[in-house]
């Protein structure tokens, strides 16, 4: 069985720092990618940022410059460094990831998602 564990969320004031960190356990044969989205209430959740096996990143507009996603192919996580938060960061950050669980198939999987909060 294959799961992605989120940790490091918390509140934060503006301006502060979090790192974030997922972790995969389970049967892979590989990792194809990794990412972060995150969900605000009442909004859809988003993209923030996404990391391939081969070294690869894409974040939102919104995070550049701030944000910084890592991956560790030998531990299995990824982790993402938030920097000069701000209140409109405030959301559940989920970890996501798309796996090859056979060498036929690939599956996307998603972890429970931790709360960050930003206070002005």
């Known amino acids: 069985q294959v799961q992605l564990v989120e940790s490091g969320g918390g509140l934060v004031q503006s301006g502060g720092s979090l790192r974030l960190s997922c972790a995969l356990s389970?049967?892979?044969?590989?990792?194809?990618?990794m990412g972060w989205y995150r969900q605000a209430p009442g909004k859809q959740r988003e993209l923030v940022a996404a990391?391939?096996?081969?070294?690869?990143?894409n974040y939102a507009d919104s995070v550049k410059g701030r944000f910084t996603i890592s991956r560790d192919n030998a531990k299995n996580t990824v982790n993402l460094q938030m920097n000069s938060l701000k209140p409109e960061d405030t959301a559940v950050y989920y970890c996501n990831a798309i796996i090859w669980t056979r060498s036929w198939r690939k599956d996307d999987y998603w972890g429970q998602g931790t709360q960050v909060t930003v206070s002005s």
């Open positions: 990391i391939t096996s081969g070294g690869s990143t």
């Open positions: 389970g049967s892979i044969f590989s990792i194809d990618a």
